[in-house]
């Protein structure tokens, strides 16, 4: 498990980074499931509503957006292929959210090319995961 | 946990001061912390519209019926909020002590604004009860205690509305014309300029009757600071709309033309319905600047308003109401599309 700034990152998952999205992903029985990772509910506060948008996403594409009191984002799929499950308690109170984003996952997605995870912008590992959140948080900074 | 060791403070506030995560949709800076003194009796009025109402359901499964003005209100101790915005927040100029109507919230509005005084470089600013205040005297404890600015919370822009949704109308303790006294005794104490009404567009007013009411404050000597409806859920009005986008900005950019004096009222041309339907002057520079759209408060030392309240009358994935920012170019190609629709 990765720490920082008293954010948690468990290293036994993959992380997305295009658009900024903060995503983590995990593979399980050949499906994706997607959430979102501390980074992103600690910026976003306490979550009040998200949404799924789309039903078969590219890879790359917008497929909802969640929001809390004062802050509103998309977040997007790493990979092409058809949402095959939504976590309705998350969705019915998006808290959850915040109080565990590596439990209260958001999608399930069955892949149409798997090997689209060989992509630059998913990254695993602690020394890339602290690059990045460590790059993230400076950028912060500097607004 | 209560007045004046404990206040409610806006999300905003406590996001602010690092008291719960979160930043703002387009990297807002807060320039006012927002403090409501706090009973567990509650508020002792009933406004319709109201968060704080007496009478809202308590009992319900509706989330957000613990809101006030959309967001919660955390519970914090007032010694814990001095230090966190002196350590936390440069870009804080101002704090507002809010009263409720309550018979001890008088005094200990006085002794917080008091305990900021001392030990903070903030300007503090009194949103006033008017209710629990019976002459001058009382502008002049607050003046005392170190406020330069106040507030007073009139919100329904005539005198029948304001009876209906805070008077008689819901068995409540408020009085239309007394609020005005208050006002005046206000602006004798701290000045032209100082004072500011709070008005809520979207409470069944026409837009005529509400620039009616800014006019008048104007006239006064007191600026109007806008609010714009929204439904509390468990109040009276949940199921109420807000106002139209479109309704919002005229009403906007005529209290800006009429606060700045640029022009008044009587320039100004309304249809039969007593919708603003010409300024009586050439807006296009002024909306162009979007100065007029940002959100109407209290000020801060660089004259600019301190009181920016980031998203509070809107959800942050709307169209922003009260820019807490210089509006943008694509924002004011928005505000463009909307100050001319008519359609509620």
């Known amino acids: 498990m990765l720490v920082i700034n008293d954010m948690k990152f468990p290293l036994d998952r993959k992380y997305y980074t295009k658009n ?6 995990t593979e399980d029985n050949g499906q994706i499931k997607l959430g979102l990772d501390a980074f992103a509910s600690e910026m976003a506060g ?87 959140i460590h790059e993230e948080l400076r950028k912060i900074e500097e607004e | 946990m209560e007045s004046p060791g404990f206040v409610r403070i806006s999300t905003a506030a406590a ?39 007496d009478t809202r359901d308590a009992v319900t499964e509706d989330p957000s019926s613990d809101t006030f003005i959309r967001v ?42 008091k305990k900021f005084k001392e030990e903070t470089d903030l300007s ?65 104490v701290f000045g032209k300029g100082m004072v500011g009404i709070h008005i809520i567009v979207g409470l069944g007013e026409t837009e005529e009757e509400m620039i009616s009411v800014i006019q008048k404050a104007q006239d006064k000597g007191a600026k109007t600071h806008l609010f714009s409806f929204f439904p509390e859920g468990g109040s009276s009005m949940s199921k109420w709309l807000q106002p139209s986008y479109g309704r919002y900005r005229r009403v906007q950019l005529a209290r800006y033309i009429i606060n700045e004096e640029i022009s008044d009222m009587d320039q100004m041309k309304f249809d039969s319905e007593g919708q603003l339907i010409d300024f009586g002057i050439n807006i296009n520079p002024i909306v162009n600047e979007g100065i007029a759209f940002m959100t109407s408060g209290c000020s801060g030392s660089d004259g600019m308003v301190a009181c920016n309240r980031p998203y509070g009358n809107e959800r942050p994935s709307n169209p922003i109401r009260n820019y807490a920012f210089i509006p943008e170019e694509r924002d004011v190609k928005q505000i463009w599309s909307q100050i001319f629709d008519y359609t509620e």
């Not at chain 1, 900024?20 to 992903?25: D, E, K, Q, Y």
């Not at chain 2, 807060?30 to 409501?36: H, K, R, T, V, Y």
């Not at chain 2, 966190?84 to 100029?93: D, F, G, I, K, M």
């Not at chain 2, 109507?101 to 604004?113: E, L, P, Q, V």
């Open chain 2, 15 to 53: 996001m602010t001061l690092k008291l719960v995560p979160g930043k703002f949709n387009r990297g807002e800076k807060l320039g006012c912390l927002n403090l409501l003194i706090h009973y567990d009796e509650g508020c002792r009025a009933n406004c319709s519209y109201c968060g704080l109402s």
């Open chain 1, 46 to 132: 306490f979550l009040t509503f998200f949404a799924v948008t789309s039903e078969e996403p590219d890879a790359g594409e917008a497929i909802g957006s969640f929001e809390s009191a004062k802050f509103v984002s998309r977040f997007y799929s790493p990979i092409s292929g058809k949402i095959v499950e939504v976590n309705k308690a998350a969705m019915a109170n998006p808290k959850l959210i915040n109080d565990d984003p590596y439990s209260a996952w958001i999608v399930s997605i069955e892949p149409r090319d798997i090997s689209e995870l060989d992509s630059e912008f998913i990254i695993e590992g602690e020394e890339k995961v602290s690059q990045w």
């Open chain 1, 20 to 25: 900024g999205a903060h995503m983590w992903l």
């Open chain 2, 124 to 188: 503090i600013s009194g949103l006033i009860a008017p209710t629990m205040m019976m002459d001058i005297d009382s502008a002049f404890k607050i003046k005392k205690a170190g406020a330069d600015m106040i507030g007073v919370a009139i919100d329904a822009a005539t005198p029948e509305l304001f009876d209906e949704m805070r008077g008689s109308g819901v068995m409540g303790p408020h009085s239309w014309d007394h609020y005005w006294e208050v006002l005046d005794w206000c602006v004798d």
């Open chain 2, 72 to 113: 919660d209100w955390p519970l914090v101790e007032i010694d814990d909020i001095i230090r966190r915005a002196n350590e936390h927040a440069p870009h804080l100029q101002r704090v507002c002590v809010s009263m409720i109507t309550h018979n001890k919230s008088f005094d200990d509005m006085i002794s917080i604004m």
